[in-house]
């Protein structure tokens, strides 16, 4: 257990219904990031938030996408209107301090969406 | 722009034998390497990182990695491997310019044979 927590674990949903993930970082980390994996990839970039600022977003991040971290703690990623290419495992992950660019992430265990 | 390469999908090797997987990367300057492991249905664990100083960084469950920096690349080594090292690995790369994310590699899968 890294300490950083992921609710659901597993989300089954119908195509064009929304879902929300939660993430609980640990606590005295200030960054924290959303990433993707699509099996057999590695993870992929989503989101990156520096307390409560959201200072990147990749391409990958359509309309559809939205993530927020209200007062720099545990942090939302909300799909709407899903598709089944949105099935993936969403990894959350969180890290140390404004000069911490050497930290190493500590990931959460995932939620797997699964779009039927 | 920064790219990590894990030339093996998989890698095979027997208990007790030493193990390698491999990792190359494409980043201009100085940046800071990592390895994570990955179990089935689980999310990424830290192994070890390299930020600078000595080229072999030693981390987690006997794992250690060389750092190249002419050869750009960062290669994973165990002296012995154990059944239980069976798993996912990921070579990631952060920095020298953008802080603000990891790149990984497409992983490789390592498989030890008892």
């Known amino acids: 257990d890294t300490g950083v927590s992921q609710d659901p674990r597993h989300k089954i949903t119908k195509r064009g219904q929304n879902v929300t993930f939660r993430c609980d970082p640990i606590s005295e980390h200030n960054r924290l990031y959303w990433y993707r994996q699509t099996l057999g990839q590695g993870p992929e970039f989503l989101t990156y938030f520096q307390n409560e600022a959201q200072l990147e977003k990749s391409r990958l991040l359509s309309d559809r996408f939205s993530a927020e971290r209200p007062k720099g703690s545990f942090s939302t990623l909300e799909i709407q209107r899903t598709e089944q290419g949105d099935s993936a495992m969403y990894l959350c992950?969180?890290?140390?301090?404004?000069?911490?660019?050497?930290?190493?992430?500590?990931f959460g265990q995932g939620t797997r969406l699964t779009v039927v | 722009a920064q790219s990590v390469a894990q030339p093996e999908d998989q890698v095979n090797v027997a208990e007790g034998n030493p193990l390698t997987v491999k990792c190359t990367y494409s980043?201009?300057?100085?940046?800071?390497l990592f390895w994570y492991v990955q179990y089935p249905n689980r999310g990424l664990q830290f192994l070890l990182k390299?930020?600078?100083?000595?080229?072999l960084v030693k981390g987690s469950y006997g794992f250690e990695a060389e750092f190249n920096k002419s050869q750009t690349s960062f290669h994973l080594k165990k002296p012995s491997a154990l059944v239980s090292d069976s798993a996912l690995y990921f070579c990631a790369v952060r920095g020298p310019y953008n802080f603000n994310k990891f790149y990984f590699g497409s992983g490789t899968k390592l498989n030890v044979k008892p």
């Open positions: 992950a969180s890290s140390l301090g404004q000069a911490g660019r050497n930290t190493e992430a500590f």
């Open positions: 390299y930020i600078t100083g000595d080229n």
């Open positions: 980043v201009s300057g100085n940046p800071y």
